[in-house]
């Protein structure tokens, strides 16, 4: 244990534990069991190491996980719907790398909770007057929400949620949604990186815990993934709506309980 306590952030074996729950539940969730597993990444890490060491050590864990989940869902993918929000998670990532120092994680944790709970809602409205809103693609409308989920996964680590606004009402494939998924914020982890590293979040005990954790990193994307792939689009959906529900609300609480804090 001293060996791997030099070397890196798990100076006991309460740090290594909430390395692997944490890196486990991240896991399913970028295998495609959605974003609520992937909101616990942080916290949890947070209660043995610093949140910024702890935000630091998922960035190159999500980058590994991101390459197995681009293998495992290689050709299941919507191009229109990455068409429309990439750009906008491009410039959203670019605003918050400059106004990171400047905006209150809690209030940007708040908001997007906020908006998640009230996309639900309205959405269980709609299918109880049995009159579902018909969504197709729309440049403005991804985006937009492609933007703030840039933005908020830039500030917040919290870009699930307004990416599953635009992109949940498309009703695609099941494997093509999770696919689409995959590549939207693949591509946003790795734009991340020029922010990430101009910073000096990238040290030698921050990668070489990341590298620790890779068989687990592995092991929990493809057990994700293989769950998905044995589900049904009625069992897909409710799954997902749920996710983003009980996303929404952990981070309504997240972002209460630092505001009352503070």
Avoid: C
């Amino acid at each position: 244990m001293q060996a791997l306590a030099d070397l890196t952030l798990f100076h006991d074996l309460p740090s290594l534990a909430a390395a692997i729950v944490a890196v486990f539940l991240v896991g399913l969730s970028k295998g495609g069991l959605g974003g609520a597993f992937a909101l616990m990444g942080v916290p949890i890490l947070s209660l043995v190491m610093s949140p910024v060491q702890a935000a630091a050590l998922l960035l190159p864990v999500l980058l590994m996980m991101d390459a197995v989940s681009l293998w495992t869902w290689r050709g299941w993918l919507d191009r229109a719907t990455l068409w429309h929000a990439l750009p906008g998670a491009a410039l959203g990532i670019g605003v918050g790398g400059l106004t990171a120092a400047y905006t209150p994680e809690a209030m940007v944790r708040l908001l997007v909770g906020l908006v998640a709970l009230g996309f639900v809602a309205r959405m269980a409205l709609a299918r109880r007057a049995g009159r579902v809103p018909a969504t197709g693609q729309h440049r403005l409308r991804g985006t937009v929400w492609g933007g703030v989920a840039g933005f908020t996964s830039f500030v917040a680590h919290a870009g699930g949620p307004p990416f599953q606004v635009y992109a949940l009402p498309l009703r695609l494939d099941p494997r093509v949604y999770t696919g689409t998924t995959v590549v939207f914020f693949s591509v946003v982890n790795v734009i991340k990186l020029v922010p990430y590293t101009a910073l000096g979040q990238f040290t030698a005990p921050v990668l070489t815990s990341a590298l620790v954790l890779v068989p687990l990193t592995v092991g929990s994307t493809l057990l994700g993934a293989k769950i998905v792939k044995h589900m049904r689009a009625d069992a897909f959906y409710p799954l997902m709506y749920g996710m983003i529900t009980l996303a929404g609300g952990k981070l309504v609480w997240d972002g209460m309980t630092a505001l009352v804090a503070g």
